[in-house]
Nanobody, 124 residues
Framework: QVQLVESGGGLVQAGDSLRLSCAAS????????VGWFRQAPGKEREFVAA????????HYADSVKGRFTISRDNDKNTVYLQMFSLKPEDTAVYYC?????????????????WGQGTQVTVSS
């Protein structure tokens, strides 16, 4: 069974960069699709990015496309979300999620493993 732990959040200024990590336990992690979601106060949790088991490509929400990059290192059981040119509207709790499968998944109900979240705050 895969368990997820996010890290790397913090307080940054607009325009700064930040890299989030999602560390997973479990020997079958390499067969999981992993997604990043975020939830701002008073808003629903929204899709940010997803990466398949091979790590060959990522899929992104339009709001972050060109600024965020998702990657994974299966040897380290870790998925990363590199965030560039951060904006105040990127402020949220960021969650990683995982599910076994070979497709990309974009909604919260498609994932069955979740981390506890890490706070990202971008000041203007």
């Amino acid at each position: 069974q895969v368990q997820l732990v996010e890290s790397g959040g913090g307080l940054v200024q607009a325009g700064d960069s930040l890299r989030l990590s999602c560390a997973a336990s479990g020997r079958t992690f390499s067969s999981y699709t992993v997604g990043w979601f975020r939830q701002a106060p008073g808003k629903e949790r929204e899709f940010v990015a997803a990466i398949g088991w091979s790590g060959s490509s990522g899929h992104y929400a339009d709001s972050v496309k060109g600024r965020f990059t998702i990657s994974r290192d299966n040897d380290k059981n870790t998925v990363y979300l590199q965030m560039f040119s951060l904006k105040p509207e990127d402020t949220a709790v960021y969650y990683c999620a995982a599910r076994a499968g070979v497709s990309y998944y974009y909604t919260t109900d498609q994932y069955d493993r979740w981390g506890q979240g890490t706070q990202v705050t971008v000041s203007s």
